[in-house]
């Protein structure tokens, strides 16, 4: 079976195709933005165009915007594949690029929206130990680590917390295999990973 992967969560755009369990070919590159542009072509540079029996998406939480290119390209290409879709947590990806086979709990902390940090912790066997938190670099480093440190933020949180970091910064498609297959899912809504800017007003 063949699966391809799409993160588009962060400022990194990557997508991954999968043979029975083994990598066929990637496609990785920070671009900032620019995700709307580039992630159809990257894909079609795959193999046989990417086309999969199943496709793995990020859901977030990250860039509002790469996160819904992502599921919107993924819900499409299910369609015109009649493939399944499944979507996962971003920040698992990267707490299992940052276990690689140590089985060491880690904290995966990245760049949030207005000067905060997405944190969570992850357990040795890959699952979340606790919900997605949205803090001040202070309230982070308040709140403490675990053994590893992986994320864009990492760095800056290891300098707080004294904590050592991993080099895992940001999220890449080709490692989607590594994740626990019970943080698959098929409900496709993006995890936004703090509440709305806008609320609609109380009357």
């Known amino acids: 079976m063949r699966i391809l992967a799409i993160e588009t969560a962060t400022e990194a755009c990557s997508v991954a195709l999968f043979e029975d369990g083994v990598l066929l070919d990637a496609r990785h590159e920070v671009l900032g933005r620019g995700h709307a542009e580039r992630l159809v072509p990257m894909i079609a540079e795959l193999p046989g165009k990417g086309r999969a029996e199943q ?33 996962y947590p971003t920040l698992a990806l990267v707490a299992a690029m940052a276990r690689g086979k140590n089985n060491t709990p880690v904290t995966v902390c990245m760049t949030g929206g207005h000067g905060e940090w997405f944190v969570q912790d992850f357990g040795a066997d890959g699952l979340p130990a606790d919900e997605v938190a949205s803090l001040a670099p202070e309230a982070a480093a308040q709140r403490g680590a675990r053994a590893l440190l992986a994320g864009s933020k990492a760095e800056e949180l290891g300098d707080i917390a004294q904590a050592p970091a991993a080099p895992t910064r940001l999220p890449d498609a080709r490692h989607a295999l590594a994740l626990p297959d019970s943080l698959l899912g098929t409900a496709l809504a993006p995890l936004y990973g703090r509440p709305p800017d806008a609320r609609p007003p109380v009357r």
């Open 55 to 87: 496709i793995r998406v990020s859901l977030g939480p990250g860039s509002f915007t790469g996160v819904r290119i992502g599921l919107a390209v993924a819900r499409a290409l299910g369609i015109a594949w009649h493939a399944e879709v499944l979507g």
